[in-house]
């Protein structure tokens, strides 16, 4: 995704503070491309200079990391997997941990029948909540009877 203007503005100026530049710096900087303020500056031009200072950054290891955070449709994809991956341990068609290749093929498998896709990826996020909410109350229900059972 590239970035706009007034994008690379912020993190110019998130930049700025974070490598401590000063005001007489951050005017030698604007100098040296021709113009006064950042907002001056084009999207290639406002593009190298953050580049740069995230260079200096990971110079002084301060660079900050990436974000490990997965996005709604990453953890929806997860928690289909699981409850899914769940129903068919309750009903002994897999084991319940250590599951290898084949039993994740199986769960993408079933996941796919059940939202009617040929392939995991195309499942849509309302979709991926939907079926791991079916499959976690299947998955009740055995724990259920299975207490019930043993009672």
Not at 83 to 92: D, F, V, Y
Request: charged fraction near 20%.
């Amino acid at each position: 995704m590239k970035k706009t203007q007034g994008q690379l503005i912020k993190e110019l100026h998130i930049l700025f503070n974070q490598c401590n530049i000063s005001e007489s710096d951050k005017e030698a900087i604007y100098s040296s491309y021709g113009v006064r303020s950042s907002k001056d500056l084009n999207v290639v031009q406002l593009g190298e200079i953050c580049d740069k200072l995230h260079g200096l950054l990971q110079k002084d290891g301060r660079e900050p990391k990436p974000s490990r955070r997965k996005t709604p449709l990453q953890q929806a994809q997860t928690c289909c997997k699981v409850a899914i991956g769940k129903l068919l341990a309750a009903q002994g068609k897999i084991a319940a941990s250590g599951w290898g290749i084949a039993e994740w093929n199986l769960i993408t498998g079933t996941a796919c029948r059940a939202a009617g896709v040929d392939a995991f990826h195309q499942i849509p996020l309302s979709k991926l909540r939907g079926v791991a909410y079916e499959f976690n109350k299947q998955a009740q229900g055995i724990a259920q009877a299975k207490q019930i059972i043993n009672q």
